[in-house]
C-alpha cells in the first residue's frame, strides 16, 4: 500500500487555499429586452457572487454582467460585459422593473458609527441618498432573506423594506441627559423621544442568525417626496416579512409569523404558524389571505398579476417536510394545491417539494408554469409545474437563480466541478417535449482527481422501520481518480445534519479538499432525509440515535465489504445533527472509528431543551408531540437522555465550538468535552468567539478545516 496521504500542513494549507478561490453564485436578475440599432434584441444579465479572501479575513462579494442576444427562443450570442466589480457597504440593492433606475441600502460607518442609507441611482447619478438611521423611522433595515427585502411597486414610485420597529431611547431613573446630547437635540430640531426604566428589558429575537431581529415592520419610500412611512395595519402579535407590492400597487401582500406565546428560532425551520397576509394601504385594512393553522413562506406574484403561488407545510413536527405547492387567485380569492406532499417518491422519480425558498422570480412568461429548484434524492434538480417535464440534467446539482420572460439563468455543479457555470435557456413552451439549449456564460474548471458517485441502500429486513416499511437511501461517495489497484483508502464518513436535509451532488469544499489529500468520503443520506418522500422524514422522530445511526454504519460496512478501503482507517465527521449522530456512532461502535469530528454537536438531548431556540425539535426527534404550554416531564426527560450519545466512548473527539450559537449552544460540547475528560479519552475542543452554529466565518471554517484534516492524519496515523 504505497498509496501516500497529504500530511504536511504546509502542504495541505496550499491545497485548501487553491481550491477555496471558487466563488459561488449568489444571484442573477436579467435585465429589460433591448433592441440596438441593427434590430438585433439582447438583455443584461446581472450577476453576483461571493468568495473567501483568506487574507482580508471575509466573503467578499462581487458582480459580473453579460450580454445575451436573443431571439425569444433561443440565445443567439452571449458574452461577458467587463470584468467583475467588487461589492462593499450593499445590503440590498434592485433594479426598477423598467431598468431604468436602481435602489440601494447602504451601511457605511461615518466617525465610528453604523448608519443606513438608502439610495435612488439613475443612469449614473445618485439621485438621493436617504440617511435612515438619522430619519429615525424605524430601527435597522432586515438585510436576512428570512424576513427581508427591497421591492419597486409597479408604479416605480414607491419603495418597500422590512426593518426593526422603532424603540424609544430608554434612560435610567438616575441618569440625566448630558448637555451635549440636549445641544444636539436641540440643533437637530428634534429632542429623542425617551422612556425610563425600560434599560434592560428583554426584548425576544428570532433565534440564530436572526438575533436582534425581533418586531419587524413594513416601511415604504416615497420616492419622489423623500418620505418614509411604516405600515399601520399589521396585527401586533405577527411579525411581517416576504413582502410585495398587491397588484396596481393597492396594498402590500407579506407573510405573517406569529409570534405568541414566544418566539422560536426561524432559521431551517418552515415549520412555523404563519400566513398570507394583504394589507391595504388606503385604510390600512389586513386581511389573511391563507388558512392560520398551517406554516407558509416564499410568496411570488404572476407576471400577468392574477396569481399568488407559495410554499405550505404543517407547523411544528419534523423542521424540514415535503412542501405543498399553492395558489392563491387575487381575483377569485380561491387557493389551490398545485403540487401536493409526496409520500413515496413516484413512478416517474418525482418525490416532492423540498423546499423553503422559491428562487425570486419563478414564473414562465405566460403565467402558467413554476420552475422550483429542490433535492430529489442526491440530487438537486429544477422542475417546471408539469411533473413529467423535469429537465433531464446529468448528475450534479442544478439551481435556478432566475427565469425572467422564460429566459432561465442557472448555476450547476458537482462534487467534481465548482459551481461556477453559469447556464441560460429558454424554457420550452408548455406541453412541448423540447429540450432545453443551455448556453454557457461562465464555464467552471473540473476537478479531474475526483471521482464521485451515488449510492443507493437498502436496509436489512431486521432494520426496517415497522411504521414506514420498504423505504431506502443513499450515499455520495468521493475518492481520489486514478489509485492503484490494491490501495486502500483511508475513509472519512459524514452523517449530515438536520437530520432532515440532504448532502446534494454539489461542489463542497471540504470535502474536495479531503479527497484531494487521499481520503474518501462518505456521505449519507439516512432515512430521514429530504429528498426522498414524506414518508422517510416521518420515518425518523422518535428514533433517533438508533435508525440514522445503524443506516450510517450499514452504509460505511457495506462499502468497506467492496475491499478498496482500509478498515483500519475510518473516522467520522459531522456538524449538528450530524455531530449527534457522529458521537453515537463512536460511543455504539467503540472501535470502529479511530477519529471523530464534531461541530457544535447534540450531545444531550435532554439539557438542550432548555437553551435552544428550538426547543420543538428535541421534542419532536425524541418522539414527541410539541405545544408551547408543555412543561418538563421526567419520563420525557429520561427519553430524551436515553437517546443521546451521551455514553462509554473510547474515540479521540475534535470539538469545534461556536460561541454565539443559539441553535445548538456551546454548552452542549462542553458537556461532551469534560465527560470525555473524564473518561480520559483525546480530546481536543476548539472554541470560536464571534461564530455561530455554522462556523463559517472565514478564519473559523479555514482554521476548523485544518484543524480537522491534521486531527484525522494523526489519529488515523497516516
Ligand atoms: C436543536 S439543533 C438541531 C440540529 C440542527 N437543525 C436545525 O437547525 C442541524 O442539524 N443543523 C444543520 C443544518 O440543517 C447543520 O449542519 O448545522
Not at 440625566?176 to 428583554?202: I, R
Not at 441502500?457 to 422501520?465: L, S
Request: hydrophobic content about 35%; glycine content about 8%.
Amino acid at each position: 500500500n504505497d498509496f501516500i496521504v497529504m500530511t504536511n500542513p504546509e502542504d495541505i494549507s496550499k491545497l485548501y487555499r487553491e481550491l477555496s478561490l471558487f466563488p459561488s453564485l449568489t444571484r442573477a436578475d436579467v435585465g429589460p429586452v433591448i433592441t440596438s440599432q441593427y434590430g438585433g434584441k439582447y438583455s443584461n444579465i446581472y450577476t453576483e457572487w461571493s468568495q473567501r479572501d483568506l487574507e482580508r479575513n471575509e466573503n467578499v462579494k462581487f458582480c459580473r454582467q453579460y450580454i445575451v442576444f436573443h431571439d425569444d427562443k433561443s440565445v443567439v450570442y452571449s458574452g461577458p460585459s467587463g470584468n467583475c466589480t467588487e461589492i462593499k457597504g450593499e445590503l440590498l440593492s434592485k433594479d426598477s422593473p423598467s431598468g431604468d433606475m436602481k435602489a440601494v441600502v447602504r451601511e457605511s460607518i461615518i466617525k465610528g458609527e453604523d448608519k443606513q442609507f438608502l439610495e435612488i441611482w439613475s443612469k449614473n447619478i445618485k439621485v438621493k441618498s436617504i440617511n435612515l438611521t438619522a430619519l429615525k423611522k424605524h430601527g435597522k433595515v432586515y438585510e436576512d432573506d428570512q424576513f427581508g427585502c427591497l421591492v419597486w411597486s409597479h408604479s416605480e414610485t414607491h419603495l418597500l423594506y422590512v426593518a426593526e420597529r422603532k424603540r424609544l431611547k430608554a434612560e435610567s431613573f438616575f441618569q440625566s441627559c448630558s448637555l451635549a446630547d440636549e445641544e444636539e437635540g436641540v440643533k437637530m430640531g428634534k429632542e429623542e423621544e425617551t422612556t425610563k426604566g425600560e434599560q434592560f428589558v428583554f426584548y425576544e429575537d428570532w433565534g440564530e442568525t436572526l438575533v436582534s431581529k425581533s418586531s419587524p415592520v413594513l416601511c415604504v419610500l416615497d420616492i419622489e417626496g423623500s418620505n418614509v412611512s411604516v405600515l399601520e395595519g399589521v396585527p401586533d402579535n405577527i411579525s411581517p416579512g416576504q413582502a410585495f407590492w398587491a397588484p396596481s400597487d393597492t396594498g402590500v401582500v407579506f407573510v405573517g409569523w406569529w409570534h405568541e406565546p414566544f418566539r422560536l428560532g426561524l432559521k431551517y425551520s418552515p415549520n412555523r404558524r404563519s400566513s398570507l397576509f394583504y394589507v391595504d394601504l388606503t385604510g390600512g385594512q389586513c386581511e389573511q389571505l391563507s388558512s392560520g393553522s398551517s406554516a407558509v413562506c416564499s410568496p411570488k406574484l404572476s407576471p400577468d398579476q392574477c396569481r399568488i403561488i407559495y410554499l405550505e407545510c404543517a407547523v411544528y413536527g419534523p423542521h424540514q417536510q415535503c412542501s405543498r405547492l399553492c395558489m392563491y387567485d387575487w381575483y377569485t380569492k380561491r387557493t389551490s394545491v398545485v403540487v401536493d406532499v409526496v409520500k413515496r417518491p413516484r413512478e416517474d422519480g418525482f418525490a416532492g417539494i423540498y423546499s423553503s425558498s422559491l428562487s425570486p422570480l419563478c414564473w414562465s412568461a405566460d403565467s402558467q408554469r413554476i420552475l422550483v429548484s429542490c433535492p430529489q434524492g442526491s440530487r438537486k434538480v429544477t422542475t417546471p409545474r408539469h411533473l413529467s417535464e423535469i429537465i433531464k440534467s446529468p448528475g450534479g446539482s442544478w439551481s435556478l437563480l432566475t427565469i425572467e420572460r422564460n429566459l432561465m439563468v442557472v448555476s450547476w455543479s458537482s462534487p467534481n466541478c465548482p459551481p461556477s457555470l453559469v447556464m441560460v435557456g429558454f424554457l420550452p413552451l408548455g406541453g412541448s417535449r423540447e429540450e432545453v439549449d443551455w448556453v454557457v456564460l461562465e464555464d467552471s474548471q473540473t476537478q479531474p482527481d475526483i471521482d464521485w458517485q451515488i449510492l443507493n441502500f437498502t436496509p436489512p429486513p431486521e432494520q426496517d422501520n415497522s411504521q414506514y416499511p420498504g423505504l431506502d437511501f443513499d450515499a455520495l461517495l468521493l475518492k481520489p481518480k486514478d489509485v492503484k489497484e490494491g490501495v486502500k483508502l483511508p475513509l472519512i464518513v459524514t452523517p449530515h445534519g438536520g437530520p432532515h436535509s440532504v448532502i446534494v451532488a454539489d461542489w463542497l469544499l471540504s470535502s474536495s479538499v479531503l479527497c484531494r489529500m487521499g481520503f474518501a468520503i462518505l456521505l449519507v443520506n439516512y432515512r430521514g432525509s429530504i429528498g426522498y418522500g414524506q414518508d422517510s422524514i416521518s420515518s425518523l422522530p422518535g428514533n433517533v440515535g438508533t435508525q440514522d445511526v445503524k443506516d450510517v454504519q450499514f452504509a460505511v460496512e457495506s462499502v468497506l465489504r467492496g475491499g478498496a478501503f482500509d478498515e483500519q482507517k475510518v473516522a467520522v465527521a459531522g456538524g449538528s445533527h450530524g455531530g449527534f449522530v457522529a458521537c453515537h456512532l463512536i460511543g455504539q461502535y467503540p472501535e470502529f472509528y479511530k477519529a471523530c469530528v464534531a461541530r457544535n454537536p447534540v450531545i444531550n438531548l435532554a439539557s438542550m431543551i432548555g437553551s435552544t431556540d428550538i426547543p420543538d425539535w428535541c421534542m419532536v426527534e425524541a418522539g414527541y408531540n410539541y405545544s408551547t404550554d408543555c412543561l418538563p416531564d421526567p419520563a420525557v426527560w429520561e427519553q430524551m437522555l436515553n437517546k443521546s450519545p451521551i455514553k462509554h466512548v473510547k474515540t479521540p473527539v475534535l470539538l469545534t465550538l461556536g460561541e454565539d450559537d443559539k441553535r445548538v449552544p456551546p454548552k452542549q460540547g462542553i458537556e461532551y468535552y469534560r465527560a470525555l475528560k473524564a473518561l480520559q479519552v483525546p480530546v481536543r475542543l476548539l472554541w470560536y468567539p464571534g461564530n455561530n452554529h455554522s462556523l463559517s466565518k472565514v478564519d473559523a471554517e479555514s482554521d476548523g478545516f485544518m484543524n480537522i484534516a491534521l486531527w484525522m492524519t494523526q489519529h488515523l496515523s497516516l
